[in-house]
């Protein structure tokens, strides 16, 4: 049985197939579980043309669709992620059941339920076929909390529509993250706005996406040559991205390079170019934009008080809620949930690591951050997928 992943434990007991009919219906226990449920019977419905109705129990019959979200661990899966545990049994006896003691474990569920259905079930018109569903006992969970993916959007942009389509594409296969990296020396993918500047600041941040959201790769192609494509995410389309992954359980997770990959705002904001900034200006003032893959050879100035009162825009999304929030914050563009509870600690020279044989020939100069909070910080306790 072709199912990806591979859950924990897999059983094929010698039973009839479940068939979806005219009568099917899915069950959802509570308001969790009936988002879970309007979700598919949206994909089932198109591709089988039955009416699956979503009503509200915790019982079914042979021909129906239950999920329900109940306390409790769920047994024999070891060091497995209780959070995100489920159970599934299918058979024509009995109908689909999916358990979990999380809304996480039902919506993955669904997910191996899906792929035991033919491949078609997941067709955008109506099909007609034998909507059948071999006979399994399951119980599942996965290994790791984070399970992601990267999408480079600074060098390559995706509309809202396609990033969308990339995050049912991973719902699919219960991955976890969204790793979307917002800004780069080829481009800047997020709208910063003037609200809140600081009295006395003059930069223009409309410029960010203004003149860098029209670049991206356009030098050094390789794959079949194509150009990389320009843009970017209005306030309202990446809370409204955030909020669509949410829906699918997944957490948005966005990348702003400071105090290197800076090309694109270093061109895109002259009072930036000062003494310390790399690679040098052109005739206009400012770094050139950057076509090409490269990175490595940009950076602010950091010694520069002009940097230092730049605010950042933290992007961090509540994780796998319907909520986020999008707001400067004066402290770095450092991802968080929690700004004020970071603060700035101090500057430091340190010399750059270098390979083995090489010396550390320049300095670098960084800024360290401490957080001020019992709760784990996403970023800074390290979690690895």
Known sequence: MNLIPLPVNLATPDKAPFTLGAGSRIVANNAETKKTADYLAAIFRTSTGLALPVVTGTSGDADDVVLLQTPGEIPNLGAQLQSEAYTLTVAADTGVKVTSPTSDGVFNGIQTLRQLFPAFIESKQRVIADWSAPAVEISDAPRFDKRGMMLDVARDFKRPDEVKNIIDSLAAYKISTLHMHLADDQGWRIQITNDGRKSGDTIDYDQLTGISGKTAVTKNLSYQDELGHTGFY???????????????????????????????????????????????????????????????????????????????????????????????????????????????????????????????????????????SRRRHPILSRRHS
Not at 259 to 281: C, R, V, Y
């Open 234 to 372: 209005t306030q309202k389309e990446y809370k409204d991205i955030v909020a669509y992954a949410a829906s699918r359980h997944i957490e948005i997770i966005p990348e702003i390079d400071v105090p290197g990959h800076t090309s694109a705002i270093l061109h895109a904001i002259p009072e930036l170019n000062t003494a310390g900034t790399k690679p040098g200006i052109d005739e206009w003032g400012v770094v050139p934009a950057d076509g090409t893959g490269n990175v490595g050879g940009s950076t602010l100035d950091v010694a520069s008080p002009v940097t230092s009162t730049v605010p950042g825009a933290c992007v961090w999304p509540d994780r796998r809620h319907d909520h986020q929030r999008l707001r400067p914050h004066r402290r770095r563009r450092v991802p968080c949930d929690r700004p004020r509870q970071l603060r700035r600690v101090r500057y430091q020279d340190r010399a750059d690591y270098s390979r083995p044989g090489q010396e550390a020939d320049r300095l670098e100069r960084v800024r360290y951050w401490r957080a001020h």
